[in-house]
């Protein structure tokens, strides 16, 4: 029967093997340790480097956005134009009043009455005797004066009417103009000169025509006025052209449409005062 007994386990210096003394014991595990360290550091600048271009474009995007800094709550614009400067005008207070003128704001700041405020009040409704007292007719006359150009009025010259300056009492009397109301819409208003005539656009150039009585020339003798982003001043919008408004050009007025422009808005902006003549 053969002997069974099992064998001492053999020492590597017994079976021919012997250990590599060259490196120190645990080397490939510090190997392999310090190599996966170096990739997760690569791994980390990466992404913080893609991350950081992320942003960048981010806010390069934000900043090309003319309107991104505009809708952020509680941040006030300066570059972004206001409202009433960037908006058509529309329909408010214009100054103009068919039976009692109010003072113009030229008049207001030169403290000169206008006609109606210069004017005695009225007293009561019903005099002493008890009857009622018959209300005074009033007539409005105005004269239109550029914003841009303080010094100069609408002036009708050779049947069109121009920006010109005062120049002696036939001047005043041809840059004065009855307020009424208008012929086409009696919320509007319209132009009528001292020799009976009225204030008309033909070929979009104002000029000064006689009444024919023609629903075409009361619509295009018939104006709107509308509120101006000049304080103090307004626009007459075409009652049959809307979107279109006077204004000057070379110093001749026209109707044009209207025009998101600093220059347009002065040019069509006039204040009201006083008659000259």
């Not at 029967?1 to 053999?10: A, E, G, I, L, N």
């Not at 020492?11 to 250990?19: L, R």
């Not at 840059?175 to 001292?194: P, Q």
């Not at 279109?244 to 109707?255: A, E, S, V």
Request: charged letters at 20%.
């Amino acid at each position: 029967m053969p002997d069974t007994t099992p064998q001492p386990p053999q020492q590597p210096w017994e079976n021919g093997w012997a250990p590599d003394t060259s490196r120190a014991p645990g080397t490939r595990r510090l190997w392999l340790a310090g190599g996966l360290a170096i990739a997760t550091i690569i791994t980390c600048v990466t992404s913080i480097a893609v991350m950081d271009s992320d942003s960048d474009k981010t806010s390069h995007t934000a900043s090309a956005d003319p309107t991104s800094s505009a809708t952020v709550p509680g941040l006030i614009s300066f570059a972004s134009p206001s409202t009433d400067a960037a908006s058509p005008p529309h329909a408010g207070k214009s100054g103009l009043t068919s039976g009692r003128p109010s003072t113009s704001a030229a008049a207001q700041e030169n403290g000169s009455p206008s006609p109606a405020s210069g004017s005695k009040p009225s007293k009561s409704p019903t005099s002493h005797a008890g009857s009622p007292s018959k209300p005074q007719p009033t007539t409005t006359w105005r004269s239109v004066r550029s914003v841009n150009y303080p010094d100069r009025y609408w002036h009708v010259s050779g049947g069109y009417v121009k920006l010109d300056p005062i120049a002696g009492s036939e001047s005043r009397a041809d840059s004065t103009f009855k307020l009424v109301k208008g012929l086409a819409n009696s919320s509007c208003y319209s132009f009528a000169t001292h020799d009976g005539k009225y204030l008309r656009h033909r070929n979009f150039l104002l000029r000064a025509d006689t009444n024919d009585g023609s629903s075409l020339f009361k619509q295009d003798a018939t104006f709107c006025a509308r509120s101006s982003s000049i304080s103090g001043a307004i626009m007459l919008e075409s009652v049959n052209y809307p979107g279109r408004y006077l204004r000057h050009q070379n110093f001749q007025l026209k109707l044009d449409p209207y025009q998101y422009s600093d220059l347009y808005r002065h040019d069509s902006a006039f204040r009201l005062v006083d008659g000259l003549a």
